[in-house]
């Protein structure tokens, strides 16, 4: 089993296989419109534009499930993330990455790749931290996503490289795509 053999939501409901980016290196991001880690969507957007042309797609996956940091429908948040980030990247229909009602395809990738501990040296890690333990101690439990920008690194054959959390910020990600182009 590997991610092509997931099926998603488009933003328009339909279903899409991402058997459709076969031989793609990919990175599979849950976002978020009104989060601290929201400028990412600008970073993953320059990261997309230098490595596109080399077999290289970022796949992007509303969720609300923290803190109602992203609301709205999913033509809005394409809307935000365009007018805001110049975000040109798949974007898919909002759903849930974590917990039992986590779609399918987030269920298999911490599955596969558990939590890597947070980067303490970015700047808002340990609100981030503080703000778990205190506010939402049962997401630092398990290995399910723990925020929003939390980043997947596959391969051109469909298996789960690394997990990469919100406190990795997409330009220390470059050299790991580099690898698997």
């Known amino acids: ?32 419109t ?7 969507l600008g970073e993953l957007q320059k990261l997309y534009d230098t490595y596109k042309d080399r077999g290289f797609v970022i796949l992007g996956f509303p969720s609300n499930q923290f803190a109602n940091q992203s609301p709205g429908s ?21 759903g849930d990455v974590r917990g039992e009602t986590a779609q399918p395809l987030y269920k298999y ?13 970015h700047p808002i ?13 049962e997401i630092l439990e398990g290995d399910g996503i723990k925020w929003n920008f939390t980043k997947f690194l596959i ?9 990469f959390e919100p406190t990795t910020t997409p330009d220390k990600i470059a050299a790991d795509i580099e690898k698997l182009l």
């Open 34 to 40: 009104a989060c601290g880690f929201t400028v990412q």
């Open 109 to 121: 990738l911490t599955a596969q790749k558990g939590f890597q501990g947070f980067d303490m040296s």
């Open 1 to 32: 089993m590997n991610v092509y053999d997931f099926t998603v939501k488009t933003k328009r409901g339909e279903d899409k296989s991402l058997a459709d980016y076969k031989g793609k290196v990919l990175l599979i991001v849950n976002v978020a």
């Open 155 to 163: 391969d051109r054959e469909g298996n789960v490289v690394t997990r």
């Open 125 to 137: 890690a340990q609100l981030l931290l503080d703000t778990l333990k205190e506010d939402f101690p």
């Open 74 to 94: 999913d033509d809005e948040i394409q809307q935000f993330c365009k007018a805001n980030y110049g975000v040109t990247f798949p974007m898919f229909a909002k």
